[in-house]
């Protein structure tokens, strides 16, 4: 179990002074898939050098099985690292950068080659274990690199956007094999992404990381129908943005009726409301709804289903989904006038925002 | 199977046109190896088997005269061959020269080259500059630089006197260790640059990931950094030992007639030796050392090529 406690990172010092970590604090479980996502330059690599040892933190502790490892080197730590770069030692062959680790860990010779031999076997790169690693395509480096890590049986496997190199088939093919690695050798592994697709198809759970701090930190479901904010609704899966007022614990969205508040929410004043496109409801929902009328703007075929974008009297905009069944009775043209209806427990109130809005 | 005899004929003249056009393009680099390297090379042989003129220069006529000065002397009493030890010993004093030369500027050139290529490269084009500045300069100017600094009334030892560290100048001029400290200074470039090459394309990612994988610094500096610059530290050792092995003007200067090697061996017989001959097998003996030299090493390196791919 790795326990990241308060942990900072500074780059720099005095008024060059980058501050690319602020206080992360999360508790990594035993056998866990833990990804962790954001956009660009929000500090996902720092926090991986940090667990790897590459930087010191500036302030906060990692501690792993109950033992603080911020001093150890990254040599003597229970930790490898599949890089972006996969960083292969071209002047070697497959085997020879897998035996690596374990050589340099001064592992007994007899135990190597039969450990190289399995964990090749694993990786499916057997057949290729004498070539050079400058000599193989971009997928088949993935895999040496992925073995190489595994070899000296880290604790806990860091990866960093391992999979951004390769073409999109490619991509989800390795997406698939790490994950049921990772289930077959109940590893605990640490992977960043900044592809929010492979994060919520891989994951046990998420860190959602923006300019250095975390913004939620949970399973992928729960990131998608419960977002903590408004940064991780849009960051996650598409999201409409509505302004609404709650008064007497009731809401009331753009000038129409109010409606009771959503099952568990809990807020007062103007309030930032979200709904996901394919919650929305074309036609009258029968229960707790809000009903809307708008004019069709846009219609994009996208196979199962038609995105339709709908402009609402009060000029917001709102994105929908219309399933492409045989059975869907609605047709669409632009400029149509359209009603829908958002059903209430659909509706998610993102009360932090209340300060962003205004 | 039947071939169509115009085809076969235009395939042919195709695939002449081919190599036509192949020989033009390798023309201009032929005619700068013949002008510059075989010819000369030619003319030398040639000498080596003519006769001494009596005021320098050859005169035409077959003889072994040079290659048998080469290796052997004439006695002085009885005129009877005898080894050219002198010879044997200024070819052993030049391979040693050579050969510590390429230690020291390694010893010298690494540290500096791995200084240069990890400052930010803002920087490094102006180190890189302080490095080259020498060598745009005379190579007579530098020496006498050199000489200047460890001469008997030079900078250093007029230093040591001052700071008390000795009471009498130290005589460095004129011995192996001048010309040592001379070549060391005047290759050091040849060193560093093939280096600071090899070190700027490492990629410095490699170490890290050495270094995640429990490999020591030491470790990892013997079995990803070295191997990894070892090209470069190849090439460099190459451009220091050669020219090292044939330098004269650093070794007159600094060794004067005490210390002297092959080149100024050389220098003697077109100067006032008065024998081309000799001079010419004199040249051809350090070509074929040099060439031998550099067989044996490529034959070990790929034969180490086999052995570890
Ligand atoms: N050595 C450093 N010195 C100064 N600033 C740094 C250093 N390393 C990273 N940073 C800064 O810290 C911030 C976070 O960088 P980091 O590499 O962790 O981002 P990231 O989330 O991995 O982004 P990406 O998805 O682009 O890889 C960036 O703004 C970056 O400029
Ligand atoms: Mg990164």
């Known amino acids: 179990m790795l326990d990241i406690r308060s942990l900072s990172k500074k780059f720099g010092s005095g008024d060059s002074a980058f501050q690319a970590l602020k206080s992360i604090d999360i508790t990594i479980e035993e056998g866990e898939f833990f990804t962790l996502l954001g956009p660009s330059g929000c500090g996902k690599t720092t926090l991986l050098r940090l667990i790897a040892g590459f930087e010191q933190p500036s302030g906060g502790q990692l501690v792993l099985d109950g033992k603080d490892i911020a001093t150890i080197p990254p040599n003597h730590r229970p930790v490898n690292t599949v890089f972006q770069s996969y960083a292969l030692f071209p002047h070697m062959t497959v085997a020879q950068n897998v035996a690596f680790g374990l050589e340099a860990r001064g592992t007994n010779p007899a135990e190597i080659a039969p450990r190289v031999d399995e964990i090749l076997e694993i990786v499916q790169m057997a057949h290729l274990r004498d070539r050079k690693s400058s000599q193989m395509s971009g997928g088949q480096q993935q895999r040496v690199a992925l073995a190489r890590a595994l070899a000296p049986r880290p604790r806990i496997l860091l990866l960093d956007e391992p999979l951004s190199a390769l073409d999109l ?17 109940g590893l605990t592994f640490i992977f960043v992404t900044h592809d929010q697709d492979e994060a919520l198809t891989m994951s046990d759970r998420i860190a959602v990381m923006d300019g250095g701090t975390l913004q939620q930190v949970a399973d992928p479901r729960t990131l998608y129908d419960h977002p903590a904010n408004r940064f991780v609704a849009e960051f996650i899966g598409e999201a409409n943005f509505l302004s609404g007022t709650v008064a007497g614990g009731k809401l009331s969205l753009s000038g129409q009726a109010p409606v009771p508040l959503p099952h568990g929410a809990d807020a007062s004043g103007p309030v930032t409301v ?12 029968g229960g707790n709804a809000v009903t809307l009328d708008g004019q069709i703007e846009a219609l994009v ?52 925002d209340i300060a962003n809005a205004a | 199977m039947p071939r169509n005899p115009t085809a076969a004929a235009s395939e042919s003249a195709v695939a002449r046109a081919e190599t036509r056009r192949r020989w033009s393009l390798a023309l201009p680099a032929l005619t700068v190896i013949t002008l510059c390297s075989i010819l000369p090379l030619g003319v030398m042989v040639a000498y080596s088997f003519m006769e001494a003129g009596q005021y320098g220069n050859v005169q035409w006529g077959f003889s072994l005269e040079g290659w048998r000065a080469v290796f052997l002397d004439r006695d002085f009493f009885d005129d009877s061959y005898i ?11 030049s391979i040693l020269l050579a050969l510590a030369t390429t230690a020291l500027t390694f010893v010298f050139g690494i540290p500096t080259a791995w200084f240069i290529a990890t400052r930010p490269p803002a920087t490094r084009a102006y180190w890189m500059f302080l490095i080259t500045v020498p060598f745009w300069t005379n190579l007579l100017v530098r020496t006498i630089a050199i000489q200047e600094v460890i001469r008997a009334d030079g900078t250093l030892n007029r230093l040591l006197l001052a700071t008390g560290l000795i009471d009498e100048p130290l005589q460095m001029m004129f011995t192996n260790g001048a010309v040592l400290v001379g070549m060391t200074y005047v290759y050091l470039p040849l060193m ?3 280096v600071y090459a090899a070190i700027e394309k490492f990629d410095f990612r490699l170490a890290e990931a050495a270094y995640d994988l429990h490999a020591s610094r030491l470790y990892c500096l013997r079995r990803v950094v070295l191997p990894l610059m070892w090209p470069g530290i190849v090439a460099g050792s190459i451009l220091v030992f050669i020219p090292a092995l044939g330098a004269y003007v650093t070794p007159r200067l600094m060794g004067g007639g005490r210390a002297m090697m092959w080149g100024n061996l050389i220098d003697l017989q077109f100067g006032q030796g008065r024998n081309w001959p000799l001079g010419a097998a004199l040249s051809i003996t350090l070509t074929l050392v040099v060439v031998g030299a ?12 086999a052995t570890n791919g």
Do not use: C
Not at chain 1, 169 to 185: A, C, G, H, S
Not at chain 1, 312 to 338: C, I, K, M, Q, Y
Not at chain 1, 340 to 346: E, F, K, M, S, T
């Open chain 1, 169 to 185: 088939k490619l991509r989800k093919q390795m997406q698939f094999e790490l994950k049921r690695l990772q289930r077959e050798l």
């Open chain 1, 274 to 285: 979200m709904i996901r496109p394919e919650q929305v409801v074309v036609g009258s929902a």
């Open chain 1, 301 to 352: 075929f996208s196979g199962t289903d038609t995105h339709v974008t709908l402009r609402l009297e009060n000029g917001d905009t709102l994105s929908l989904r219309a399933p492409n069944n045989s059975h869907a009775t609605t047709t669409f043209a632009e400029g149509e006038p359209l009603r829908v209806a958002l059903p209430v427990d659909a509706l998610r109130l993102l009360p932090e």
């Open chain 2, 83 to 93: 080894p050219a030890t002198a010879h044997l010993t200024i070819l052993a004093r």
């Open chain 2, 192 to 194: 560093v640059l093939p």
């Open chain 2, 294 to 305: 550099m067989v044996w090493y490529a034959r070990r390196a790929a034969k180490g090529d």
